[in-house]
């Protein structure tokens, strides 16, 4: 899905939305037009893409398509095209969340350089999308004492400390830290620092205290827990 390249744009006139299809196709970019109107919630279920606004066109609802399009706004961004005469139209759209604008008349090259950087940054989104998914799913698939341990570990604690502030021995946390492990598929402290990280779950758990100076020391030693277990 998120390696097509297609756009969408409002249907302004049969000649004009058949020359952006042509050029579109000429760059291997699939070109989905939309009929204008109200109803801009339709887009929340189209396909992850890039949504190209005429702001020659005459009736779009910037205030009303761009409160939609912000709730996907990392799998649907907005290019501007207009001529000089709609400037004020694309400092509006630009200001709302339109990442780029394209001169009119259009080129290819100009086009295509616009739509490059776009669906660029769309694949490289999905990319750390789908890491954090995969990582979430792993950290999430821990129990609560095995999260414990966890971020403990990413904040930089030796298991006799652990043990000392969640109350139980050290064997015991040796036990849920080799569980947690296999769990995470790692083999290394690093390997699981970086998923905790990647996860984007919160580096406080429960049952361990972290805040004020103490955060700070902890979130330090979880860099010195990874360099020296990369070493």
Known sequence: MWERRITYHFD???????????LLSSLGIVSRPLALGPGYERLLEVEP????????IVGI??????????????ELPVVVMATESSLAAVIM?????????????????????SLTRVFDRLRGDRLVHDQQRAA??????LTDREQEVLWGLVAGEPNKVLA???????????MHRSNMMAKLGVHSLAAAVRIAFTSGRSLEAPGIAV?????????????????????
């Open 12 to 22: 302004s006139n049969i000649d004009d939305t058949a020359a952006l299809a042509d």
């Open 49 to 56: 893409g890039c949504l190209l606004i005429d702001c020659d």
């Open 61 to 74: 609802d910037y205030d009303a398509l761009f409160a939609v399009v912000a709730s996907r706004r990392a």
């Open 93 to 113: 759209a630009m200001r709302r969340g339109a990442c780029d604008f394209i001169p009119r008349p259009l080129t290819q090259q100009i086009l295509a350089d």
């Open 136 to 141: 979430r799913a792993r950290v999430d698939s």
């Open 164 to 174: 000392y502030q969640l109350g139980v021995s050290i064997r015991t946390i040796e």
């Open 211 to 231: 805040d004020g100076d103490d955060k700070h020391r902890k979130t330090a030693g979880a860099g010195s827990a990874c360099r020296m277990a990369d070493g």
